[in-house]
């Protein structure tokens, strides 16, 4: 080892004190910098005006229902494939009927919305799901949607729909927790 000590040397700390109305140890250039590169604030939604919202609750009653037959014809094709198939051996595939209706049904709606902004029934009574910015609902979004709505009618009853008739954007408590709109459709979507 050597025996000539090696020294730090430190800066002198700056408090602030003297740097001017920025944020604290820094110049006003530095300031204005570091607010350049903070990310602006999402835009303001869009309000949904009364056009856009007329009828929205009945169209999604038939909705569900165009949806429900869609998703049963997936199901029971798929029971059926798995059971000639011999994947399911014939006499079981209702043991494993009740975990798979609901996969299909999140997967048939988080993939349908977030690729087009509505399902096939949404599309047929003309209306669309979008984030409060108009964008399309994204996967997750779509796919919780689908899970808090079952989750809803099925712990909390069906009268957590009726949260739906008090609400001005006419939104229910699933479309609440996803974060999610629904509309009638433009004339340009």
Do not use: C
């Amino acid at each position: 080892m050597s025996d000539t000590a090696s020294t730090l040397i430190i800066p002198p700390r700056n408090d602030g004190a003297d740097s001017g109305p920025g944020k604290r140890g820094m110049s006003n250039s530095a300031t204005e910098a570091v607010k350049a590169a903070e990310p602006a604030a999402p835009p303001a939604a869009a309000t949904l005006d009364e056009a856009a919202l007329d009828e929205v609750r009945r169209r999604r009653v038939f909705a569900f229902f165009d949806d429900l037959l869609v998703i049963t014809l997936i199901y029971a094709t798929l029971m059926l494939v798995l059971g000639l198939a011999g994947v399911i051996p014939p006499g079981r595939p209702w043991l494993y009927a009740p975990p798979l209706y609901p996969v299909i049904t999140i997967f048939y709606n988080a993939f349908t919305i977030s690729r087009s902004g509505a399902t096939p029934g949404m599309k047929m009574v003309g209306i669309r799901m979008h984030m409060k910015d108009g964008r399309p609902a994204p996967f997750l979004n779509a796919a919780a949607h689908a899970l808090f709505f079952y989750l809803s009618v099925v712990l909390l009853t069906p009268l957590v729909l009726l949260v739906g008739k008090r609400s001005p954007e006419k939104r229910f408590l699933h479309d609440r927790w996803a974060e999610v709109y629904i509309s009638n459709k433009q004339k340009d979507d």
